[in-house]
Structures are given as C-alpha cells and as structure tokens.
C-alpha cells in the first residue's frame, strides 16, 4: 500500500493538524466553551445549549474526545464531559512558540 500524504510530515505536525481540525466547526467551539463555564456536564445538558440534534452533538463530542480535547466518565446512563487539559498544552505550547517567533520578527517581514 501506497503512502498516505499525512505520511511525509511529523508525528507533531500531524498531531497540530487532528487538534485544529477539531476546533474547525463553530459547534465544537461551542461546545468548548459550554464546558469551561459549566466546569463538567452531561451530554443532555450540552444539546439543551445548542441549536443542533442530539445525534450531531453527540458527533460533534466524539471529534473533540478523539482529538484529546475532551474526556468523558460514565456516570449511571449518562456520559460527563469535561475539558482535557493535556490536549489544550499542546495547542498553547505550539501557540507560544508563534508568538515567541513573532516577538522577535517584528517589522521585519516582507
């Protein structure tokens, strides 16, 4: 088999690329967002916030879980969603290391 064209990058590039996509729909930013004010929640809870299915946002959380964005337990029949702090350090830390380099550049750039 042939190799994929996410093959000719990092392990890191690709990584950057899977958390950016999953912060690329306003929903997950929503969502995102509905979990830093609440702290944790219920998935019932979230779709009650949006305007979307509860099939779409049950979507929507498994991109952000799946990227490492979010985490979730089991508690009795529902699911409890909160923000997963290791996935947001790779973003501030990638982040960081643009706003060091722009720091330095300033007025320099074509």
């Given at each position: 088999?042939?190799?994929?064209?996410?093959?000719?990058?990092?392990?890191?590039?690709?990584?950057?690329?899977?958390l950016?996509k999953?912060?690329?729909?306003?929903?997950?930013?929503?969502?995102l967002?509905?979990?830093?004010?609440?702290?944790?929640?219920?998935?019932?809870?979230?779709?009650n916030?949006?305007?979307?299915?509860?099939?779409?946002?049950?979507?929507?959380?498994?991109?952000?879980?799946?990227?490492?964005?979010?985490?979730?337990?089991?508690?009795g029949?529902?699911?409890?969603?909160?923000?997963?702090?290791?996935?947001?350090?790779?973003?501030?830390?990638?982040?960081?290391?643009?706003?060091?380099?722009?720091?330095?550049?300033?007025?320099e750039?074509?």
């Open positions: 088999m042939g190799a994929t064209k996410t093959d000719h990058f990092t392990d890191h590039q690709n990584e950057l690329a899977i950016a999953a912060l690329g729909h306003p929903a997950r930013i929503a969502i967002e509905y979990l830093m004010k609440v702290d944790t929640c219920i998935c019932g809870d979230i779709v916030e949006l305007p979307l299915a509860q099939p779409t946002v049950s979507q929507h959380l498994k991109e952000l879980k799946n990227a490492g964005l979010i985490k979730g337990s089991i508690e029949t529902a699911i409890c969603y909160c923000i997963n702090e290791p996935g947001f350090a790779k973003i501030e830390v990638f982040f960081n290391h643009i706003t060091q380099y722009l720091d330095k550049k300033k007025n750039c074509c």
